[in-house]
């Protein structure tokens, strides 16, 4: 560790003692995310602070889907200090609660090659080996559904209002302020706030951050917009498509690579004003795209939202305006020059998400892709021979389809690692499996009578 790693480690501990004291925290949260990407945490108090920061806080990964087996279950927590937070929700006075986001370590120190989180690290040294740093913006579409008087989800809306609708239509209103208040106390920088397309449906949009910060945020920003909904009686949910007949949620991912404080992605004298690495970069997302696709539309019911001949992303296309297309290229340009993909999903792990897209877009750059010409008619209303003769293909159908996608190509391998790839491509097989043998409503609404 570098003299100046040390004295920023000295000085963030510094601040963090000093905020525990003025805010009279008395447990800390130790939280890290399963190979899902579902938030765990253990409780520790205040007093135990210096052994938390040294990392010495074990807990058993056996009990983690996708971590460790029972022979092997011992593993540590080790925070990242810059995500220190204090919990909005649970000051009063003479007291309060807060967290760390940690990383996995094994008993030596090694980074747990299980962790999701330490699967984007290496993904952004990788990265940072060619010279680039990696900047992500997620866009994470939710719902809104009543909770019954238990505190349970049920089917109902929390409201019947549309895009851009205010109150006293827009229900959620209320609910979207205290969740921005509570994010803007743990450090985020909100830039907009607003109720989508769909009924019951709500976007908060964070400002873009480093790779490994943005999925940090993505994953508080899940957890607080389910605990703050819970208060006002509402249930949030993340899930893709949890209501037919209307649009389901996306997130968009907007990336974009760096040089130092450059953006590698603008090129002032190019007709689009992108560079040469933007249009390898394109090239290598539409190249691997299908083969990481099980990775940022993780679920049976994702594909339900990436359904062919609806307004869905799904047509493999490229477009500097273009919203039918899979790739969308924003108008602002110069620093916020950035490649937008539009199938990607909040119920993915956000970590193995955007790990899988640099990725793939790397690979473009190191192998010097041509991307293919853009695509600026409406893609969603050409027929399907139309996008045939055009060369447009569609993205798999179902999570079988993806999984088998993902075992034939090499990104997922390359990316997530030996550990985290077995285990993501056999929780997956097992999630169609129990899918595929399970009886729907649909059958019995359909066959049960009739036949």
Same mark, same amino acid.
């Given at each position: ?63 983690? *889907? ?96 549309? &895009?851009?609708?205010?109150?006293? =239509? ?23 706030? =607003? ?12 400002? &873009? ?21 819970? *208060? ?19 997130? =968009? ?165 030996? =550990?985290?790839?077995?285990? &993501? ?9 129990? &899918? ?16």
């Amino acid at each position: 560790m570098s003299k100046t790693t040390i004295a920023n480690t000295t000085e963030t501990l510094a601040k963090i003692k000093e905020t525990i004291n003025q805010k009279n925290v008395e447990l800390l949260h130790l939280q890290f995310v399963d190979i899902e990407g579902i938030l765990k945490h253990v409780t520790v108090t205040v007093e135990q602070l210096e052994d938390v920061v040294e990392g010495k806080m074990m807990f058993d990964g056996s009990s983690i *889907k996708g971590f460790s087996p029972i022979n092997k279950s011992d593993l540590y927590l080790q925070p990242d200090l810059t995500t220190f937070a204090v919990l909005p929700w649970t000051e009063e006075p003479g007291y309060s609660e807060a967290r760390f986001l940690c990383s996995v370590t094994n008993p030596d120190g090694t980074l747990f090659e299980g962790d999701t989180r330490n699967v984007l690290k290496k993904t952004v040294e990788r990265v940072a080996d060619k010279g680039y740093t990696i900047s992500v913006g997620p866009e994470l579409e939710f719902f809104l559904f009543k909770n019954d008087d238990n505190g349970y989800a049920t089917q109902e809306l929390g409201d019947k209002a549309g &895009y851009f609708e205010p109150q006293p =239509h827009d229900l959620g209103e209320r609910v979207r302020l205290e969740i921005y208040r509570a994010l803007k106390a743990m450090g985020f920088t909100i830039e907009a706030s =607003h109720h989508e397309v769909a009924e019951g449906q709500h976007e908060i949009n964070f400002k &873009y951050a480093d790779a490994l910060t943005a999925a940090d945020l993505s994953t508080t920003y899940k957890w607080v917009v389910k605990t703050v909904a819970k *208060k006002f009686g509402y249930h949030a949910t993340f899930m893709p498509k949890p209501v037919f007949g209307i649009n389901g949620s996306g997130m =968009h991912v907007n990336m974009s690579f760096f040089k130092g404080n450059e953006n590698a992605f603008f090129d002032p004298s190019d007709e689009l004003q992108l560079s040469k690495q933007a249009y390898h970069f394109i090239a290598g997302v539409l190249e691997n795209v299908k083969n990481f696709v099980a990775v940022t539309n993780p679920l049976v019911n994702s594909y339900k939202r990436l359904v062919p001949g609806y307004e869905a992303p799904v047509y493999l296309a490229w477009s500097a305006s273009n919203r039918s297309a899979l790739i969308r290229i924003p108008a602002k340009k110069g620093l916020a020059t950035r490649v937008e993909l539009r199938c990607p999903d909040p119920s993915s792990n956000p970590y193995l998400t955007f790990s899988v897209i640099a990725s793939a877009g790397l690979d473009g750059i190191e192998k010097e892709l041509e991307a293919p010409a853009p695509v600026n008619e409406d893609i969603f209303h050409m027929t399907e021979e139309e996008r045939a003769f055009r060369g447009i293909e569609n993205l798999p159908g179902s999570l079988e389809e993806a999984v088998k996608e993902l075992e034939a190509g090499e990104i997922g391998a390359k990316t997530l690692g030996e =550990h985290v790839y077995n285990e &993501y491509v056999a929780m997956k097989k097992a999630e169609w499996d129990s &899918y595929r043998i399970a009886i729907s409503s649909w059958e019995i609404e359909n066959y049960h009578s009739k036949f």
